[in-house]
């Protein structure tokens, strides 16, 4: 099976692992909406939505970019309309943004912390409900719906809390949301499930992350060819999962990692924070 004339709808898409997954898809013939906030290109971040829609027509599938505010629940109504009316519909929502701020409760603005938790957990659940429509259809019409969110694995490890607990609350906020929608929707034949990588990955956002040396880490690549696995499956059989990348390519067959490390040969990964 593969992703062939499937519609995703990704958030925050423009760059990083979201990119990576949309270009796994576009391989396949996909159809993609990049819903992202980032349209004009920013020097200190590379980028946008539109540059993003090229790459994955150069992949080989159709992208309809939307400039997006996940947390804005209007835009991200919009942003579902103008997808499944451009493509004939939403079979895969894949809940990416996300925003970080590793700091202790004295150094966390309430600003940030509302950012993550409205980013987050808000717009995990607020795309998971604008998308539901269109899942359902899909689920009704045979074509494997899925809903994947880039969240860890559930825990209640203090060790997870302590250092950063606005970031982890949001964090672990979006995967709540996979046990909770997995069971929801299991009736459906919805496929609901959490992805994480078993290492750090080389995005913008190691720059978040103090001590961490890109040699040190994976390409996103990883957690795409993971993430294509886990789309390809049957939702009626593999849902409720949190999965990690290195456990679903092994599963697949996959035995040599080292060609997604950042610089092969490298033996000092980094395991990545919740793992």
């Not at 990955?201 to 890109?214: C, E, H, S």
């Not at 990883?222 to 849902?239: E, F, G, K, N, W």
Request: glycine share 10%; proline share 7%; hydrophobic share 45%.
């Amino acid at each position: 099976m593969n992703l062939k004339g499937k519609t995703l709808f990704i958030s925050g898409g423009s760059r990083g692992i979201g990119l990576a997954i949309a270009l796994r898809a576009a391989a396949d013939g996909a159809n993609v909406v990049i819903a992202a906030k980032t349209a004009e290109p920013n020097p200190k971040l590379a980028g946008t939505i539109h540059s993003a829609a090229r790459e994955i027509e150069q992949a080989g599938g159709a992208c309809l970019p939307v400039q997006t505010d996940i947390r804005d629940e209007a835009q991200v109504l919009e942003a579902v309309r103008l997808g499944a009316e451009r493509f004939g519909g939403i079979d895969v929502l894949v809940n990416n943004a996300s925003a970080i701020g590793l700091t202790a409760t004295d150094s966390t603005p309430m600003k940030r912390f509302d950012l993550m938790l409205g980013v987050n957990l808000r717009g995990t659940y607020l795309c998971t409900q604008a998308c539901l429509p269109h899942l359902a259809r899909s689920a009704q019409q045979g074509r494997n719906p899925h809903v994947l969110t880039l969240s860890p694995p559930l825990t209640l490890k203090a060790q997870w809390f302590g250092p950063h607990v606005a970031y982890s609350i949001a964090k672990y906020g979006m995967s709540l949301c996979v046990l909770g929608h997995a069971e929801e929707l299991r009736p459906h034949g919805i496929g609901v499930n959490a992805l994480w990588p078993r290492t750090v990955i080389l995005t913008a956002a190691l720059k978040m992350i103090p001590g961490v040396r890109p040699e040190q880490c994976r390409r996103p690549e990883i957690v795409a060819d993971a993430a294509h696995a886990i789309l390809c499956s049957d939702p009626r059989t593999t849902s409720g999962n949190f999965f990690l990348d290195e456990d679903v390519l092994r599963a697949a067959g996959v035995s040599d990692f080292d060609p997604y490390a950042v610089v092969p040969g490298t033996r000092e990964l980094l395991p990545d924070l919740f793992v």
